[in-house]
């Protein structure tokens, strides 16, 4: 899946590992039975599936994409380089061997503007990804589950 083509798919209950023989014949059931009551599939899944599947959710799979972004891509060094790769590949493109300080500062403006995520990015990716549908994260969010992942080792 990438962020750039459209989800498919909404929501996803799946096995994240081997499940015993027996766990989804007796669960499906009630899993349907609470649903079909409840008009809730998150609710059902969470009181008859929960501990044997994982559920993935389309705007939770988009927010942590953004966020790993940002923590791989989006700050401190991966961002130095990337903005200096392409301040370089400007150079190059225009021939430009020696640049002045004036020249570098022309360049790097636009690269810097070029390279900032910005609300205006998600809701672009969003619009894409969750085929028309908001994004539930807002930026301020997304550098905050970036924080979270980044904490927990799961950059």
């Known amino acids: 899946m990438s ?8 929501l996803t209950i799946a096995p994240e590992g081997e499940i015993a023989v027996g766990q989804l014949e007796a669960r499906l059931p009630r899993f349907y039975e609470y649903m ?32 790993t972004y940002i923590n791989n891509h989006g700050r401190g060094t991966a961002l130095a380089a990337r903005k200096e790769a392409l301040i370089s590949e400007a150079l190059d493109k225009n021939g ?50 970036a924080e979270a992942l980044r904490k927990d080792g799961k950059v």
Request: proline share 7%.
């Open 3 to 10: 962020i750039t083509e459209p989800t498919p798919y909404f």
């Open 36 to 67: 079909l009551r409840s008009g809730s599939i998150t609710d059902a899944y969470d009181a008859e599936l929960k501990p044997v599947m994982g559920i993935f959710k389309c705007q939770a799979v988009f927010g942590k994409v953004v966020a």
């Open 96 to 145: 430009v061997v020696a640049p002045t300080p004036e020249q570098l500062r022309q360049i790097r403006a636009p690269v810097k503007g070029h390279l900032k995520l910005d609300q205006a990015t998600i809701d672009r990716y969003a619009s894409i990804f969750l085929i028309g549908r908001k994004a539930a994260i807002d930026l301020q969010d997304a550098y905050a589950i």
